[in-house]
Structure formats: structure tokens, C-alpha cells
């Protein structure tokens, strides 16, 4: 940009110099030596369009000269006739000497056609509204090149100022991408966040009369488990709310990795288990009597050994697959009832036998891990030191499961009561 400031510099003095050229050239007047004698222009030249039937007429007050003219075709020629004592042709530096004739034919009132600057030295022809002022010319010339350069400079820092603003929109833009992310890192939950808020509307769901079948599968009783145990270990207090013992001995437990023995608990002391009625038919009858022998002796196993037999836990296994194809071939032929009875029932047999592989299966067998207390709070701190969870409820123990609900409920409303025992 360094050289187009000095651009226009350099046109004012092309300018001005070939406006000082054009200025000496016309003030030096007639060409040296003088007018013709004849009083012909020197620059004459000749019309280049023909003039056809033309004829000359007499000359006017405004001629210096008179014309001589071909008829039937040509060229229209001046003549080197001198002009009239009584006139002196005028010369115009511009135009060249005037000179005027009158062509009878050419207008029809007699009017005078003026060639006006033919022969001019610029050969401008001036007679047909074609003039030119080279003074003129030249400063116009010189003024489009100083417009241009001035133009040229404005549109650089323009376009300048564009790029500029392009840099400015760029880091607006990355800021605002910055500004957008912080707030989402700041207003989006965490997964802590999102696991408690889970816990609330659980625990929620639980104090909120739960589905009876939720009871039953004991959701809602760990989850209130779960929440007073945090409760109480942090010291909150509430009414102690006493539990009947013969409801506890309904209430299965289970470690968190092992699976549910309730449905194997009559077996213990010599009883049976509680088939529904459908299993207890003809056409399952081969299966429910493997079932019932070979579960009675994975039981005295894993109470005087503490290890169950695998080809056992084979046979139960295989024994309880083919208990739930046939119910399930049979499915048209029985009602709704029937076949969910059946059907939980297996579901428990089968939970029954992944905890017989437990290795700790002895302690489901020998009082170790049973629910204990005489209030919610000694079952829950009983609970929590023995790692234990409610285990869902086996056929009978219905009543039980509904019993111990209510009573973790009213302990849980107690504490929340309490100044500081609630903690949302």
C-alpha cells in the first residue's frame, strides 16, 4: 500500500505536464511563416463522404471563401481562391480557420452548411457536434486517475476493515462456543447427581403404597432398608418401632451375590416344599418327584457339609428346564392364573439352586443369615453387619412380607419427623 499512495502523485504531473505541452502548442497561434497567401487552411483535409449534386452558390456575409464543388458525385474540394479584401479568415487554434459555403439543393430554405473544423490540426469535427477541448480533456483525464486512485485506496482499507471484522466474528464465535460449554458442564447433572435423584424418587415409589407384587419381590422393603441404614449410621433417630418375631421367621434374606434358599427352608427340618397345584398333576409328576429327592439331599449336604454336590445341582438344573418347557408347551390349556403360579414358582426353585452353589450356603441353613431384632432399628443394624438384603417372598409368606412393610414404613416416617432425620 506503500506505492499506491504515491499514485496519484505521479498522475498530477503526467497531467500537468501534458497539460503545459498542450498549452504552449496552441498559444504559438498561425503556423510559422503565416496564413497562406490563397487564405487555404494548411490543416485542410478533404470530407471523406461524398457529396453528391452539389452545386455551388453565391457566397454569404459570413464566407471567406468560395467553394468549388463537383457535380454528379466525389469529393466536395475547397478552392484556392483568396478570400475577400473586406475579411480576414478567423483562425481558431481549436477549430482551425472557419470557413462557410452555401450548397443550393442541400437545405430548402437556402441555409448554410458549416464544416466548421475540417482540416483542424486535432482533426476534430467539430460541424458535427463532435468537439473537443484538449485542455479540458486532459484535466479530466488526470481527474479519473486521481478518482481511481482514491477509489482504489478506499476499497483496500476497506476490504482491510472487512478482514478485520471476520477475525473479530472468529473470536466471538470461539468465545461463545467456550462461554455454551461451561454452562453445559455446570448445569449438567453427574452421574452422582443422577443416582441420587434415581434414589429419591425410588425411596419416593416406596413410601408411596407400593404394588403388592412389588412387596412381595422385596423392592420397596430394601429400599427403606437401605435408606434408614444410611440414616441411622449417620445418627438419626426415631420411635422404635417394635416387630413381631414370628414375622421375621417368614422374611427370607440373602447376601448380595448369592441367590434365595426360601423356597428349599421347609426341607431343613424334614417338611416339603409347597408345589402349586398345576405341578403337582400327572404330566409333571416324573420331574417333581427328581426335584423333591434331589433337593432334600442338597440340603443335608450343605448343612453338615457345607458344599453341595455338582451331579446334584445337574440334575436339579435339568430337572427344573423341563419343568418350564412342558409349562410352557402347555400354555393354551391353562388359565392366566395357573400358569403365573407355576411359573414363580419354578422361577424360585431355580433361585433356590444358584444359592446351593454358593459357597457360604451353610449360613442359609444354620441361622447365620437370618432377619434378626426385636425393633426396626436392631433389624437394620443387624442387617448391615451381616451384609444381608431381603430376598423375595416364597408361597406362605405373604402375610409376613405386608407385615414387615408397614413397619419399616412407620419407623422411616418417624425418623423423617425428627428435626434433622430428613435429609431432601
Not at 433417630?237 to 417368614?250: A, H, S, W
Not at 431343613?268 to 398333576?281: A, E, I, R, V
Not at 454336590?309 to 436339579?316: G, M, V
Request: proline share 8%.
Amino acid at each position: 500500500m506503500r506505492n499506491s499512495g504515491k499514485r496519484p502523485g505521479l498522475a498530477v504531473a503526467v497531467g500537468a505536464t501534458a497539460l503545459l505541452l498542450a498549452s504552449s502548442a496552441f498559444a504559438q497561434g498561425p503556423p510559422p511563416g503565416g496564413m497562406p497567401a490563397n487564405g487555404a487552411n494548411p490543416y485542410a483535409s478533404v470530407n471523406p463522404n461524398p457529396v453528391v449534386g452539389i452545386t455551388p452558390g453565391a457566397l454569404n456575409a459570413n464566407q471567406r471563401v468560395a467553394p468549388a464543388a463537383i457535380v454528379g458525385g466525389g469529393a466536395a474540394t475547397f478552392s484556392s481562391v483568396a478570400p475577400p479584401a473586406s475579411s480576414t479568415p478567423a483562425y481558431n487554434p481549436n477549430r482551425g480557420y472557419n470557413y462557410s459555403v452555401t450548397y443550393p439543393g442541400w437545405d430548402p430554405w437556402g441555409g448554410t452548411y458549416t464544416p466548421g473544423g475540417y482540416g483542424s490540426m486535432y482533426g476534430g469535427y467539430d460541424g458535427y457536434g463532435y468537439g473537443y477541448d484538449p485542455i479540458s480533456c486532459f484535466m479530466h483525464g488526470a481527474a479519473d486517475i486521481l478518482s481511481s486512485s482514491g477509489s482504489f485506496a478506499v476499497r483496500v482499507q476497506e476490504s482491510r476493515m472487512i478482514g478485520e471484522q471476520v477475525k473479530q466474528a472468529r473470536v466471538d464465535t470461539r468465545r461463545k462456543i467456550f462461554d455454551e460449554w461451561l454452562y453445559e458442564r455446570a448445569n449438567t447433572p453427574t452421574n452422582q447427581d443422577e443416582r441420587e435423584r434415581i434414589q429419591r424418587l425410588e425411596r419416593r415409589r416406596a413410601m408411596t403404597d407400593p404394588p403388592a407384587s412389588e412387596i412381595m419381590a422385596a423392592i420397596p422393603l430394601n429400599i427403606l432398608y437401605k435408606d434408614l441404614r444410611d440414616k441411622v449410621r449417620g445418627g438419626a433417630k426415631g420411635q422404635p418401632v417394635v416387630i413381631d418375631e414370628g414375622t421375621l421367621r417368614q422374611i427370607n434374606v440373602k447376601s448380595p451375590s448369592a441367590g434365595n434358599v426360601g423356597v428349599l427352608k421347609p426341607l431343613k427340618d424334614g417338611g416339603q416344599m409347597s408345589w402349586p397345584p398345576l405341578l403337582k398333576g400327572e404330566a409333571y409328576q416324573d420331574d417333581v418327584k427328581l426335584i423333591n429327592t434331589r433337593a432334600a439331599e442338597a440340603v443335608k449336604q450343605a448343612v453338615h457339609s457345607g458344599e453341595v454336590d455338582p451331579t446334584r445341582l445337574a440334575e436339579l438344573t435339568g430337572a427344573i428346564n423341563r419343568l418350564k418347557k412342558k409349562l410352557d408347551d402347555n400354555v393354551t390349556e391353562l388359565t392366566p392364573a395357573q400358569w403365573i403360579e407355576a411359573k414363580r414358582f419354578l422361577n424360585q426353585l431355580d433361585d433356590a439352586r444358584r444359592a446351593l452353589s454358593n459357597p457360604d450356603v451353610s449360613n442359609y441353613f444354620t441361622d447365620k443369615f437370618v432377619a434378626r431384632g426385636k425393633t426396626v432399628p436392631e433389624l437394620v443394624e443387624y442387617m448391615a453387619s451381616k451384609g444381608l438384603e431381603f430376598a423375595p417372598a416364597v408361597t406362605g409368606d405373604e402375610a409376613s412380607y405386608m407385615a414387615l412393610y408397614n413397619y419399616l414404613l412407620a419407623y422411616a416416617n418417624s425418623v423423617g419427623a425428627a428435626p434433622g432425620g430428613r435429609d431432601e
